[in-house]
């Protein structure tokens, strides 16, 4: 929460405080979505633990083949 104050650390918070911040706006939003929409939330029943899942795995597949993409180039180019 408190950091030592150094001659070139950015200014404003620091990364943990900025997670917790944006975790707790998360939650805060979920639960207004849920006390506004809550006659209105049977049109998300397309969303289940199935496809979040699948959806997690693609993404993560496909940032690995763009990382893996990325370094087989950059190892290329110093070899050259």
């Given at each position: 929460?408190?950091?030592?104050?150094?001659?070139?650390a950015?200014?404003?918070?620091?990364?943990?405080?900025?997670?917790?911040?944006?975790?707790?706006?998360?939650t805060?939003?979920?639960?207004?979505?849920?006390?506004?929409?809550?006659?209105?939330?049977?049109?998300?029943?397309?969303?289940?633990?199935?496809?979040?899942?699948?959806?997690?795995?693609?993404?993560?597949?496909?940032?690995?083949?763009?990382?893996?993409?990325?370094?087989?180039?950059?190892?290329?180019?110093?070899?050259?």
């Amino acid at each position: 929460m408190f950091r030592i104050k150094q001659k070139n650390a950015p200014e404003g918070p620091c990364f943990t405080c900025r997670l917790i911040r944006s975790f707790i706006m998360a939650t805060f939003m979920l639960i207004i979505l849920g006390l506004v929409a809550s006659d209105r939330l049977h049109l998300l029943t397309f969303i289940s633990t199935d496809l979040i899942a699948i959806i997690i795995i693609v993404s993560g597949l496909i940032l690995f083949l763009f990382k893996f993409w990325q370094w087989k180039a950059s190892g290329t180019k110093k070899n050259m």
